[in-house]
């Protein structure tokens, strides 16, 4: 069984960063794409960010420019670095791992960007 477990989330003010984590417990060649979502309260669930097995990337229009989603394979992690964090971006951030036939979820790490 696939687990993925999130970390890095916390508290910060508007324009602060913070990086989260997602660490699965097998190799995440395995999967053919590895992303970010976050679904803030009333919300849908919603992309934020994805790689790809072959390292191609694709970003929500609202976080273009100040995210970036990168992999190590080595460690068998997914990183989503987030800069110039809005109170808008305030949500529970999971981290998703599809292969051809299943969807993996991790249990989710909050965000929260405070004035």
């Known amino acids: 069984q696939v687990q993925l477990v999130e970390s890095g989330g916390g508290l910060v003010q508007p324009g602060g960063s913070l990086r989260l984590s997602c660490a699965a417990s097998g190799s995440i060649f395995s999967f053919n794409a590895m992303g970010w979502y976050r679904q803030a309260p009333g919300k849908q669930r919603e992309l934020v960010a994805a790689i790809t097995r072959g390292g191609s990337t694709n970003y929500a229009r609202s976080v273009k420019g100040r995210f970036t989603i990168s992999r190590d394979n080595a460690k068998n992690t997914v990183y989503l670095q987030m800069n110039s964090l809005q109170p808008e971006d305030t949500a529970i951030y999971y981290c998703?791992?599809?292969?051809?036939?299943?969807?993996?979820w991790g249990q989710g790490t909050q965000v929260t960007v405070f004035s």
């Open positions: 998703n791992a599809r292969t051809a036939s299943r969807n993996y």
